[in-house]
Nanobody
Framework: QVQLVESGGGSVQPGGNLSLSCVAS??????????MGWYRQAPGKERDWVAV???????YYQDFVKGRCTISRDNAKDTLYLQMDNLKPEDTAVYYC?????????WGQGTQVTVSG
């Protein structure tokens, strides 16, 4: 069983910053062997990936967040982070933590990010 719990969302003004965290836990699985990612979903929109980090620590970003976000992981704490800077109204969405283990995907409950002036 894999459990993912996100936190750190909130409401900020354009140009503000937020730091999201995702604490992962599992029984019988070495989570650091797998890639993890942050996804977001706005009302009426499809869930889309924002940033991913693989088991080697290589990070990948969508163009719409490049230069504004940093994904990182602390394997000793089984925690995934997303530092978001210079937030824009279009960043408003529920942000989800994801881990793919073999052919299975696991999701957290999501954390709301709202950016409004």
């Amino acid at each position: 069983q894999v459990q993912l719990v996100e936190s750190g969302g909130g409401s900020v003004q354009p140009g503000g910053n937020l730091s999201l965290s995702c604490v992962a836990s599992a029984s019988g699985v070495m989570l650091r062997r797998y890639g993890m990612g942050w996804y977001r979903q706005a009302p009426g929109k499809e869930r889309d990936w924002v940033a991913v980090i693989d088991s080697r620590g290589r990070a990948y970003y969508q163009d719409f967040v490049k230069g504004r976000c940093t994904i990182s992981r602390d394997n000793a704490k089984d925690t995934l982070y997303l530092q978001m800077d210079n937030l824009k109204p279009e960043d408003t969405a529920v942000y989800y933590c994801n881990i793919a283990i073999d052919d299975r995907q696991f999701w957290g409950q999501g954390t709301q990010v709202t950016v409004s002036g």
